[in-house]
């Protein structure tokens, strides 16, 4: 042996976590569900985080166990930070206690309008965090049916290309050679060093998303570096706001914040509440809401508003996603369109029993861009023949 050879690097015994990111409507929910399917997720905690006032994709996924987690306060590179942190916690110390039985990895599927940076910093930098757990790669996925469009309009789509280590080009079985190639020659120009991977209705091996690597900026592009910067120097001046306003006379910066329930991470305190800073994060215009049916709905009728509003205002459409109380129908019906395009409708095996879809109303989650919600509701509700309106 040679007495000058470097020692070989201990074992990371510190739990893998895989960033699953993408623009809305890329087909995440779809992929994790073929992905826990697979044995190789049999010890994996999962935590979903979503945008709007109504949780969804949680009541998709068909793993809804003690390890699933529902970040559903807000974009989780905003005013879910704090619940990372304490989801993440939460999983280790449950672990710890044997509440969790053989916890090996954690799987996070941000929000579509998550930025990865603030994310990717949290876990690189955040101290109880980056001693458990370690970052095992950054997996976007690409919609080959509207990438082109999303990257030319959204910025957020940009960085989850870019901070990439793997490529996932979904709905391959959807879009044309010469689109798909478009796409692929696109995302390589934001991000060549990340392997493409073209997926069909959402089937993957895990092995094409695991086993990434520890998240190294150096090796993708120089704009990288910089936003993770970006977020180094805005996590600082956060703590120097906060260690302020803790000293300011009559602060409440020491009160602690309530215990919530341990699957269901929300924010319950008002430090977890987005700054301006924060907000500005996400274009301004981009919006979501909520619209709620008290009746079941005429499917025909229905589907007939649904493909008008999107030929209207389609452009301005990012995602509706939701269940649907159909008449004639005992099970809930899962409708997703992205911009101009309605995905085919499925229905889960029965309805959820937890709020807010244990009553069976029809509820559609909105993410737009400049469409008031009373011209939608005034489209739909003329055309359907019964009233919709925003949920509180």
């Given at each position: 042996m040679n007495p000058d050879?470097?020692?070989?690097?201990?074992?990371?015994?510190?739990?893998?976590?895989?960033?699953?990111?993408?623009?809305?409507?890329?087909g995440k929910t779809t992929l994790l569900n073929?992905?826990?399917?697979?044995?190789?997720?049999?010890?994996?905690?999962?935590?979903?985080?979503e945008f709007g006032e109504v949780g969804v994709d949680h009541h998709l996924v068909e793993k809804v166990?003690?390890?699933?987690?529902?970040?559903?306060?807000?974009?989780?590179?905003?005013?879910v930070q704090g619940d990372l942190v304490r989801a993440l916690k939460g999983l280790f110390m449950r672990a710890l206690r044997r509440e969790l039985k053989g916890l090996r990895r954690v799987l996070?599927?941000?929000?579509?309008?998550?930025?990865?940076?603030?994310?990717?910093?949290?876990?690189?930098?955040?101290?109880?965090l980056c001693e458990r757990f370690r970052i095992d790669g950054v997996v976007t996925a690409v919609d080959a049916t509207h990438a082109l469009d999303q990257l030319a309009r959204?910025?957020?789509?940009?960085?989850?290309?870019?901070?990439?280590?793997?490529?996932?080009?979904?709905?391959?079985?959807l879009a044309e050679p010469a689109a798909r190639a478009a796409v692929s020659a696109r995302i390589a120009q934001l991000n060549p060093g990340a392997r493409q991977v073209e997926v069909c209705a959402g089937q993957l091996a895990p092995d094409e998303i695991f086993g990434c690597g520890l998240y190294d900026a150096a090796g993708k592009q120089p704009d990288v570096a910089a936003w993770l910067g970006?977020?180094?120097?805005?996590?600082?001046?956060?703590?120097?706001?906060?260690?302020?306003?803790?000293?300011?006379?009559?602060?409440?910066?020491g009160r602690k914040a309530g215990a919530g329930n341990p699957i269901v991470a929300g924010a319950g305190a008002e430090a977890s509440q987005p700054t301006t800073t924060e907000r500005a994060r996400h274009d301004a215009e981009v919006h979501s809401f909520v619209l709620t049916f008290d009746a079941p709905l005429?499917?025909?009728?229905?589907?007939?508003?649904?493909?008008?509003?999107?030929?209207?205002?389609?452009?301005?459409?990012?995602?509706?996603?939701?269940?649907?109380n159909v008449e004639?129908?005992?099970?809930?019906?899962?409708?997703q369109c992205v911009q101009h395009s309605v995905y085919s409708s499925t229905s889960l095996p029965a309805w959820p029993t937890e709020p807010p879809y244990d009553d069976r109303r029809s509820r559609l989650v909105f993410i737009v861009r400049a469409l008031p919600a009373e011209d939608v509701i005034t489209l739909l509700s003329s055309l359907i023949g019964q009233p919709a309106h925003v949920s509180s």
């Open positions: 050879a470097s020692p070989l690097p201990a074992a990371d015994r510190r739990i893998p976590v895989t960033l699953l990111t993408g623009f809305l409507g890329a073929h992905l826990l399917r697979q044995p190789q997720l049999a010890h994996c905690a999962v935590l979903i985080n166990d003690e390890s699933l987690v529902v970040l559903d306060s807000g974009c989780i590179c905003c005013s996070i599927e941000t929000t579509g309008l998550a930025d990865p940076a603030p994310v990717i910093h949290t876990l690189m930098a955040e101290p109880f959204q910025h957020e789509a940009v960085r989850q290309v870019a901070m990439a280590d793997r490529l996932l080009l979904t709905k391959c079985d970006e977020e180094a120097l805005r996590a600082a001046r956060q703590r120097a706001a906060a260690a302020s306003a803790w000293r300011k006379p009559g602060s409440s910066g005429p499917w025909y009728e229905f589907s007939d508003a649904l493909a008008l509003l999107l030929q209207l205002h389609g452009a301005r459409v990012l995602r509706i996603k939701g269940l649907l004639g129908d005992p099970l809930p019906r899962v409708l």
